[in-house]
């Protein structure tokens, strides 16, 4: 088994151990959090199941799991003490390349929320994945959000327009 293989399994295994315990609360920064909802309100996303489709005004249409998202070039931003860890929408919209006349992003949620956005007001715009080191949690959006715009979360299709 390759190095590269056994870290993979580590991330999995992290990753589904942190499911389970996403409910609590960060030791890295005490959180005050402004997500009001009733455990077990959060939509139910399977990990080995996710993944983020692209779709619409574009030259290729792609699917991308989890890992495919995280091994994609990352961005680590820091606001209020929190380090927040992510792709840009730019760096995905670069892997399925846009056609001409392409003007808007349409951020689809798995709580059945949809939110648009200019490309421009959005191209630098990070997708999270990561707070703190550990993956996001799901009252904040696991395992995709936009950071900065609250109510993007839980995202699983960026449709072009």
């Given at each position: 088994?390759?190095?590269s293989?056994?870290?993979?399994?580590?991330?999995?295994?992290?990753?589904?151990?942190?499911?389970l315990?996403?409910?609590?609360?960060?030791?890295?920064?005490?959180?005050?959090?402004?997500?009001?909802?009733?455990?077990?309100?959060?939509?139910?996303?399977?990990l080995?199941?996710?993944?983020?489709?692209?779709?619409?005004?574009?030259?290729?249409?792609?699917s991308?799991?989890?890992?495919?998202?995280?091994?994609m070039?990352?961005?680590?931003?820091?606001v209020?003490?929190?380090?927040?860890?992510?792709?840009?929408?730019?760096?995905?919209?670069?892997q399925?390349?846009?056609k001409?006349?392409?003007?808007?992003?349409?951020?689809?949620?798995?709580?059945?929320?949809?939110?648009?956005?200019?490309?421009?007001?959005?191209r630098?715009?990070?997708?999270?994945?990561?707070?703190?080191?550990?993956?996001?949690?799901?009252?904040?959006?696991?395992?995709?959000?936009l950071?900065g715009?609250a109510?993007?979360?839980?995202?699983?299709?960026?449709?072009?327009?």
């Open positions: 088994m390759s190095v293989s056994v870290l993979s399994a580590i991330n999995n295994l992290f990753v589904n151990i942190f499911e315990f996403s409910g609590l609360k960060s030791k890295v920064v005490p959180e005050k959090t402004k997500y009001e909802r009733e455990e077990g309100d959060y939509p139910k996303i399977m080995h199941k996710y993944s983020l489709e692209v779709c619409g005004k574009i030259k290729e249409a792609k991308f799991n989890y890992e495919k998202i995280r091994a070039k990352f961005v680590d931003q820091s209020n003490k929190i380090k927040w860890r992510g792709t840009t929408v730019a760096e995905v919209l670069k399925v390349g846009l001409k006349g392409a003007k808007r992003v349409v951020f689809h949620c798995a709580d059945g929320s949809k939110r648009s956005k200019l490309i421009v007001d959005c630098r715009s990070l997708l999270i994945y990561m707070k703190n080191r550990i993956p996001l949690p799901k009252v904040e959006g696991f395992p995709l959000a950071l715009d109510r993007i979360k839980w995202i699983t299709k960026l449709e072009i327009r």
